[in-house]
């Protein structure tokens, strides 16, 4: 994945900072009701219904490995939006707290595997310094991609089952 | 007839002072204008197949000649701004027979509707690859396509002539008949009062008046009499995102008034100006949502003159004799869903043409008439759009097929196979052999792709055949992304959506209407009825079952299952939206709505329920 440049939306996770190109977040919206789906993963936390479009949501510290949290008046859902075979799709990320948008240089981008970044490589496009702070600057695509999350999860339960 | 003079001129003015300054610049906007040209010309050859198919049908309809004539006309036009002057020759050719055509000295029969059809070919195929009109070979056809154009405004044919009937409109009466409200005598009759007792009321008025039909069903036919007497309605194109959005949001609407209105009710009571001004509203967002939701269908018009089309070019490729017709075209339907049914149809038209209708000898044989007869008919019924495919040829070859599928291993051959069971073998994937393979209708296309993708859409393929009467396939096709009917209900707290269609009946059991199997509740008695119980441990992956508190009958195709419930919240319309993209393998979804209070609900897939639900 390519250094990006640009304006990035940082928010929180515990007391980790993220950022997301810009380009791709659709709206910010507050904590709402989901209606969960079983049979998913336990980070896909289920749908919402955003005026009239249905959404799949899910919690990024979920995805990312990190502890659970209680969500809070500060828990956002970050909607983005992602190109999948040129049609565009829309996905909800749950986070802890949405903080600014940034400038990022292409300069200031550094890569991340240097750091022993917690977060899995390809999860990382590179690590953003602005300002004295430190954001991970996340691959959306990649974050989002679970075309096949549902498969795997189906065929890791028949698995428990067998073992069963 | 002057202006059609200027545009020559200016096209030729045009390629003269091409001729005089052309540079590479001018190289780069011819490109562009090629494409502009294949796009408009595509346009327009898709306008001459339509028309050609109606003048076929109405030999004398005037207006249709003169918009073919229009067409080619355009397109010969358009033709000389690119330089392709061989698109330019076919048009110009085609044009001056549909010029007499239209002043009456050349009569339209089925030969010139070849002429025209072939020559739309001829240009379609130049549009798809410029290059083509360099090869020889090709150019060689177009020089005898041209030459039968000649032959043709001159009335030499090679082929007999065939004259065209013109197709009138249907009368009411046959149309109530069709509709199977009223029987021939009684129409014989009210015709027969029309003439001697009331010469100034309709048919319809006399029908009411003697009590033979009721008056919705005279306003249905007028309405199915008006659709098929209008020959093309206006269109304006709308992009599906645009149409899909006010959906949604009309969808919205509805939500946030039925949110105020409760909110109203609690506070106001219902007997107030406000609530009833408030209820007018909702009558017209109502409408408002309905017609929303029929923006997004559209007649199955367009896709059976597809049909038609290829089914009769199949007919003039093998030389059979057959009669091909369809109705019930203005049935509506979801678009999305036309997209998806045109390949299964076109493969099970094509293997009606090749295989179902036999030779001419073969059937005058089996003492049927020499002409076969397809029929394409599409209904809707209870909710779900049918469409028949009806042959009268030879049925399916039973032995043929028992024999191939023991060859594929495919027979248990200690059981005993109805004829029926023995036909859906051809269903399965695999089963396309040479025996259904050939230039036509092969491909490496089977049946099973059909099924699968009707399946799909939703849908299901019924088929029946009786050897040496003919098959008929019918697809059964639910009017997806529309409004249903749902029974909501609440299993393990969350709101779920059935089909109401397939409720058959909500009870409180008892704990002596349980049956136990090793342990686990697994069976409900109803009266005498042995009915298999849904396990929502295995359905949703919990790790428990929790205790029953209501349990729903559900039915399909004669088939119970009882499905575990803690309540059932209501039975509402339901907007169906699809199932997001990553969801789709879940296979206990169909769909997703929104439901009154905001909230998301999932609607359960039927026929996962009595499938797939328990063997894993």
């Avoid at chain 2, 009759?189 to 919705?216: M, R, Y």
């Amino acid at each position: 994945m390519e250094k990006q440049d640009g304006k990035y939306l940082t928010f929180v996770l515990g007391n980790e900072g993220y950022g997301i190109p810009i380009l791709q977040v659709k709206e910010i919206i507050g904590m709402m009701e989901i209606t969960h789906i079983p049979k998913t993963p336990s980070f896909i936390k289920g749908v919402i219904n955003l005026r009239g479009k249905i959404i799949p949501v899910m919690d990024l510290r979920l995805k990312l490995d990190m502890e659970t949290q209680e969500y809070t008046e500060r828990t956002c859902i970050i909607v983005v939006e992602i190109i999948v075979n040129q049609v565009k799709r829309f996905m909800g990320i749950i986070v802890d707290m949405v903080s600014e948008v940034v400038n990022i240089q292409q300069e200031e981008i550094e890569e991340a595997l240097d750091y022993g970044a917690k977060v899995e490589g390809d999860f990382l496009t590179g690590m953003g310094k602005v300002k004295g702070k430190v954001f991970m600057l996340l691959n959306i695509n990649k974050i989002v991609d679970f075309e096949e999350v549902v498969n795997l999860f189906n065929s890791e339960l028949k698995e428990d089952i067998a073992n069963v | 007839m002057s202006d059609e003079k200027d545009i020559d001129d200016i096209v030729k003015s045009f390629l003269e002072d091409d001729d005089k300054n052309r540079d590479q610049n001018e190289n780069l906007v011819d490109e562009e204008f090629l494409n502009d040209f294949i796009q408009e010309a595509t346009e327009h050859i898709e306008n001459i197949e339509i028309n050609a198919l109606i003048l076929e049908k109405e030999p004398g309809n005037e207006e249709v000649i003169n918009s073919l004539f229009r067409s080619y006309h355009t397109v010969k036009g358009l033709a000389g701004f690119v330089d392709q002057d061989l698109i330019g020759k076919i048009a110009h050719q085609t044009e001056t027979l549909l010029d007499g055509c239209r002043k009456k000295t050349i009569k339209a029969n089925k030969n010139i509707v070849d002429i025209i059809l072939t020559s739309s070919d001829y240009i379609k195929k130049i549009c798809e690859n410029i290059s083509v009109a360099k090869d020889t070979n090709f150019l060689k056809e177009i020089e005898s396509h041209l030459e039968v154009i000649f032959n043709a405004e001159k009335g030499i044919f090679n082929d007999i002539t065939v004259e065209l009937k013109p197709e009138n409109p249907p009368k009411l009466g046959e149309i109530l008949i069709e509709e199977k409200k009223i029987n021939q005598e009684d129409v014989d009759k009210i015709i027969e009062k029309q003439k001697t007792e009331h010469p100034d009321l309709k048919f319809g008025q006399i029908a009411v008046k003697e009590k033979k039909v009721e008056a919705k069903d005279v306003i249905q036919a007028t309405r199915i009499q008006q659709a098929k007497a209008s020959i093309s309605e206006d269109y304006m194109r709308i992009s599906t995102d645009k149409v899909d959005s006010l959906v949604d949001m009309v969808g919205e609407l509805v939500i946030s008034q039925s949110l105020i209105e409760q909110f109203a009710i609690s506070q106001l009571g219902t007997d107030n100006i406000f609530i009833a001004n408030f209820n007018r509203m909702s009558r017209i967002t109502k409408d408002l949502q309905n017609l929303a939701m029929f923006l997004r269908m559209v007649p199955l018009k367009s896709t059976f003159q597809k049909i038609t089309r290829i089914a009769r070019d199949t007919i003039n490729e093998l030389g059979k004799n057959i009669e091909f017709t369809t109705s019930g075209d203005e049935t509506e339907i979801d678009r999305v869903i036309t997209e998806k049914l045109l390949d299964p149809l076109v493969h099970l038209v094509k293997n009606a043409i090749s295989h179902g209708i036999e030779s001419a000898e073969d059937r005058i044989k089996a003492g049927k008439p020499p002409k076969g007869v397809i029929k394409v008919n599409a209904y809707n019924k209870r909710g779900s759009i049918y469409i028949e495919i009806i042959d009268d040829g030879g049925g399916i070859n039973t032995e043929r097929v028992y024999q191939k599928a023991l060859e594929k291993g495919l027979i248990d051959t200690s059981k005993e196979y109805s004829d029926k069971e023995i036909q859906e073998f051809i269903m399965l994937p695999g089963f396309s052999t040479v025996e259904v393979a050939n230039k036509i209708s092969g491909r490496g296309v089977g049946m099973d792709v059909v099924k699968t993708e009707i399946q799909k859409i939703g849908g299901k393929v019924e088929l029946n055949s009786i050897k040496g009467q003919g098959s008929s396939f019918v697809l059964k096709i639910p009017v997806n992304h529309a409004i249903m009917n749902g029974t909501v209900i609440d299993i393990e707290g969350s709101n779920y959506i059935l089909p109401t269609i397939n409720v058959k009946q909500i009870l409180q059991p008892t704990s002596d209407q349980w049956i136990f199997m090793q342990g686990i509740r697994s069976m409900i008695k109803v009266r005498e009825d042995i009915i298999p119980l849904v396990s929502i441990k295995k359905l949703f992956g919990k790790s428990r079952e929790e205790e029953p508190v209501l349990i729903v009958i559900i039915e399909l195709d004669q088939k119970y299952k009882a499905l575990p419930v803690r309540n059932v919240v209501g039975r509402q319309e339901v907007v169906v939206k699809s199932v997001n993209e990553q969801f789709v393998n879940l296979g206990y979804v169909s769909g997703m709505s929104i439901l009154g209070d905001g909230k998301v609900s999932l609607i359960l897939d039927i026929e996962n329920l009595f499938t797939s639900e328990g063997e894993r």
